[in-house]
């Protein structure tokens, strides 16, 4: 439906040609019409700039405000990240949680390790509520998100804060630790 919807505003709304092309993956260009896509890389006072917007719209009271901090904390004991993972994004995908489906941490772990083992160092993000004694997990759940903690690469975000504002600042200040050195 959202691909549907996404065509629609290109095509009808602004006049564009949408559909699914293969991407060279070497050079970044369309298949179709080999324009190429380009990185833009932030330079480090973006960088800065933009961990400081995200960081004060996190803390938003004391309570968020000491959370962050150890969030931050967390960061710098356990080292940059080479990816970050939005659990519940990936957990919920193909998923209608308001249809009852439930989150799938096999999913997340799948991607979990699919960059493990390729030797990358994942930083997976998920909101507590994914583990309390409410939230709907198999044994078998509970022994890969332990698995995940004894490993040191999840961080349960605290209750009344947006997951997404974890995972996004991790990134941005994984890409300024790796432009540092």
Known sequence: DSLVALKKVFTEDLK????????????????????SLHSIDLVE???????????SIARVGEKQAQAFDQFKQ???????????VDGANVGFFNAR??????????????VVEWFLARKQKPLLVMHCRHFS???????????????????????????KMNDDWFW??????????????
């Not at 006072?45 to 960081?55: P, T």
């Not at 967390?74 to 970050?84: C, F």
């Not at 949680?97 to 799948?110: F, K, N």
């Not at 600042?169 to 630790?177: D, I, K, M, P, S």
Request: glycine residues 8%; aromatic residues 8%; charged residues 25%.
């Open 168 to 181: 996004l600042f991790a990134g941005v200040w994984a890409t300024r630790q790796a432009k540092k050195g």
């Open 74 to 84: 967390w960061l710098l004991r356990n080292g940059a990240p080479d990816v970050v």
């Open 133 to 159: 004694d409410q939230a709907r997990m198999t044994a078998n759940d509970r022994a890969m998100v332990q698995q995940w903690r004894d490993q040191r690469i999840l961080y349960s975000t605290p209750a």
């Open 97 to 110: 949680p308001d249809q009852g489906d439930a989150l799938s941490y096999l999913q997340v772990h799948r």
């Open 16 to 35: 564009r040609c949408a559909e699914f092309v293969e991407m060279d993956n070497e050079i970044g260009s369309c298949g179709r019409c080999m324009g």
């Open 45 to 55: 006072k973006e960088l800065d700039d933009m961990c400081g917007q995200i960081e």
